[in-house]
Nanobody, 116 residues
Framework: EVQLVESGGGRVQAGGSLRLSCAAS????????IGWFRQAPGKEREGISC????????YYADSVKGRFTISRDNAKKMVYLQMNSLKPEDTAVYYC?????????WGQGTQVTVSS
């Protein structure tokens, strides 16, 4: 069974940091690109970062570039999102997604709340 489980969310003050984790199981983790998405109340889900399966190249949306860092540990089947200098507008439910060609799977999400 393919499973992605996010953790590490919580409440933090503006300027603070959190590290989200995404634990994967049930598939060949090394072969999948992993992305982080977020959805704020009343807004569409947006992709904010991803890391490739091969060379580990990364992508960041402009809204998080320079503040967030994505990484993966294939041996542990984990992906991390280090979030620094958090802003109230980063408040959202954060999801990880595993993708390989037409196949993808989502986690259940973890809430991040940034207070001003």
């Amino acid at each position: 069974e393919v499973q992605l489980v996010e953790s590490g969310g919580g409440r933090v003050q503006a300027g603070g940091s959190l590290r989200l984790s995404c634990a994967a199981s049930g598939f060949t983790f090394d072969d999948y690109a992993i992305g982080w998405f977020r959805q704020a109340p009343g807004k569409e889900r947006e992709g904010i970062s991803c890391i490739s399966s091969g060379d580990g190249s990364t992508y960041y949306a402009d809204s998080v570039k320079g503040r967030f860092t994505i990484s993966r540990d294939n041996a542990k089947k984990m992906v991390y999102l280090q979030m620094n200098s958090l802003k109230p507008e980063d408040t959202a439910v954060y999801y990880c997604r595993a993708t390989r060609g037409p196949y993808d799977s989502w986690g259940q999400g973890t809430q991040v709340t940034v207070s001003s």
